[in-house]
């Protein structure tokens, strides 16, 4: 059955992606390519000799169910504390889409990103706190990602409003070709902390633009809630 995605709102719009509320399922979200930047777009984009490689390898679905299912098999159950879970594909009339969970509140509003929450209310303590558990989890288990950006992490927080956990919704596996995973412990565990570094160093230019009239960039900006219609 081909699912009905273009008449619905997306609830947000990454740099790839479009993201949908599944209209069958509101604990779950699709995502589907954004039909105003195609596969064969980003590989123009891309230019020499990058632009050689296949249109599959561009596409970020494929890559982030191949990723879910290795993370799923090296860490079961655990992982999923700060990272959401896969559930692998579906016919939408948009193409083909991925489903994962999508991360909710306690009062069932879509939860918000890092970079939003930064954004409004500063680093608090909580926040603070929140973060490094997600560093530590990171450096503890080396899980392999790519950069923390801070619109792929979203701050799930219970029906009181306190944070619960912060979740990784994008940007997991390995950057480099070869999977970090196949590395000595040690230099995943450099790379891994670099990676928290640049983190921070992302927080602290964020903390740094909080003087600017608007929200810098769209990513990490939610379209609608998933509660209040859209
Ligand atoms: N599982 C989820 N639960 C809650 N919100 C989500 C989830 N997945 C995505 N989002 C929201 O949708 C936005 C875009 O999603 P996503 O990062 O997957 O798109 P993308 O196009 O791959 O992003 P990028 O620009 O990083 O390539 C996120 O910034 C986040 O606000
Ligand atoms: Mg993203």
Redesign the pocket.
């Known amino acids: 059955m081909t699912i009905k995605l273009a008449p619905e709102k997306p609830?947000?719009?990454?740099?790839?992606?479009l993201?949908f509320i599944h209209p069958v399922d509101e604990s779950l979200?699709i995502?589907v390519r954004?039909p105003d930047f195609t596969l064969a777009d980003r590989r123009r984009k891309k230019g020499f000799p990058k632009n050689l490689k296949p249109l599959s390898s561009f596409d970020?679905n494929l890559e982030?169910e191949r990723v879910m299912s290795a993370l799923q098999k090296q860490y079961g159950e655990l992982v999923f504390r700060h990272v959401?879970r896969c559930y692998g594909f579906v016919d939408t009339d948009m193409g083909r889409g991925l489903v994962?969970?999508?991360?909710?509140d306690g009062n069932g509003a879509?939860?918000?990103?890092l970079k939003k929450v930064i954004w409004d209310e500063a680093f608090t303590e909580e926040c603070r706190r929140a973060v490094t558990e997600l560093c530590q989890f990171w450096e503890t288990n080396l899980v392999p990602s790519r950069h923390l950006?801070l619109?792929?992490i979203?701050v799930q927080r219970d029906s009181e409003g306190a944070i619960q956990r912060l979740?990784v919704?994008?940007?997991l596996g390995s950057a480099g070709l070869l999977p970090i995973r196949l590395l000595p412990p040690s230099i995943q565990r450099k790379k891994i902390e670099k990676k928290i570094a640049v983190m921070h160093g992302r927080i602290k230019t964020l903390l740094g633009q909080r003087h600017q009239a608007t929200f810098p960039g769209y990513?990490?900006?939610?379209m609608h809630d998933g509660v209040t219609s859209p």
């Open positions: 609830f947000a719009r990454g740099g790839n992606r993201c979200c995502k954004r970020d982030e959401s994962s969970e999508l991360i909710r879509i939860s918000q990103t950006l619109h792929n979203v979740v919704i994008d940007g990513h990490g900006l939610l």
